[in-house]
C-alpha cells in the first residue's frame, strides 16, 4: 500500500520554462511534506518543504504547493535549468511519529533540455 | 563540515553471507535513520536510533536485517544470510532530531549486490 505516490516516473522541460512534479498522498495523518532532489550515486539532498498548516512555500525559484482536501502537492521549478535535472522525490511524515520518519514516493527523474 | 558517510561504497556479496554496512552521522545529530531504495522504488524506512532510547523497527523487512548504534554516534546496518531481494542502495540519514521536525541529512549510500 503506497501512502505516497508520485505518478510520473519521468519528466522532460526545456530550459527556462516551467517544471511541475506532482506527488499524491493517501494518508491524512501526515502533516509535513518534503521534496528530495538526488543526483547519480549521491544521497538525497532536501531541497524545500512545507507544514500542512500552509498551502504555499517559495524558496528561489522553487515553489511547493499543497492540497489538503486533494491530498496533492506538487513542486514548481521556474525556470527550470540544465542542472535541476535530476530525481525528485516527494516525501511525508506524520507528527504523532515521534521519529519524523519519512514515508517516500517512487521520485520522478526531470530531465531539462539546453 | 562532514556530512553522513557510508562504508563501504559498494559491496557485493554471494547468496547466503552475512554483511555489515556502516553509517557515520553528521556530529551532534541525534537521530540516525537507515532507509533502502530498491531498483526503481522509493526509499523505503527500515530502522530509526533516536539517543539512547530503544530503535523503532518497525520497517525492517525481515529478522536476517538488525542494526545497533554505539555510543550514540556510529550505526552498523547487518544482513544476515543475504538473499538476492536484498540488492538495493542502503542509505543512512542524520537529523537533530527531537519533536520539531528537522530535515534529515543522507549520506551517498552503500550498494549491495546479492548474486
Known amino acids: 500500500d503506497q501512502q505516497v505516490k508520485q505518478n510520473s516516473p519521468s519528466l522532460s522541460v526545456q530550459e527556462g520554462r516551467i517544471s511541475i512534479l506532482n506527488c499524491d498522498y493517501t494518508?491524512?495523518?501526515?502533516?509535513?511534506f518534503l521534496w528530495y532532489k538526488k543526483y547519480p550515486a549521491e544521497g538525497p539532498t532536501f531541497l524545500i518543504s512545507?507544514?500542512?498548516?500552509?498551502d504555499k512555500n517559495e524558496d528561489g525559484r522553487f515553489t511547493v504547493f499543497l492540497n489538503k482536501s486533494a491530498k496533492h502537492l506538487s513542486l514548481h521549478i521556474v525556470p527550470s535549468q540544465p542542472g535541476d535535472s535530476a530525481v525528485y522525490f516527494c516525501?511525508?511524515?506524520?507528527?504523532?511519529?515521534?521519529?519524523?520518519?519519512?514515508?517516500f514516493g517512487g521520485g520522478t527523474r526531470l530531465m531539462v533540455k539546453p | 563540515g562532514a556530512g553522513v558517510s557510508q562504508s563501504p561504497s559498494n559491496k557485493v556479496t554471494e547468496k547466503g553471507k552475512d554483511v555489515e554496512l556502516r553509517c557515520d552521522p553528521i556530529?551532534?545529530?541525534?537521530?540516525l535513520y537507515w532507509y533502502r531504495q530498491s531498483l526503481g522504488q522509493g526509499l523505503e524506512f527500515l530502522i530509526y536510533?533516536?539517543?539512547?532510547?530503544?530503535?523503532?523497527k518497525s520497517g525492517l523487512p525481515s529478522d536476517r536485517f538488525s542494526a545497533e548504534r554505539t555510543g550514540g554516534s556510529v550505526s552498523t546496518l547487518t544482513i544476515q544470510r543475504t538473499q538476492q531481494e536484498d540488492s538495493a542502495v542502503y542509505l543512512c540519514?542524520?537529523?537533530?532530531?527531537?519533536?520539531?521536525?528537522?530535515?534529515?541529512?543522507f549520506g551517498p549510500g552503500t550498494r549491495l549486490t546479492v548474486l
Open positions: 540519514a542524520s537529523s537533530f532530531g527531537g519533536l520539531s521536525y528537522n530535515e534529515q541529512f
Open positions: 516525501a511525508a511524515s506524520a507528527r504523532r511519529n515521534a521519529g519524523n520518519m519519512l514515508t
Open positions: 556530529s551532534g545529530h541525534t537521530a
Open positions: 512545507i507544514s500542512s498548516i500552509k
Open positions: 536510533f533516536q539517543g539512547n532510547s530503544a530503535p523503532d
Open positions: 494518508n491524512s495523518m501526515f502533516d509535513y
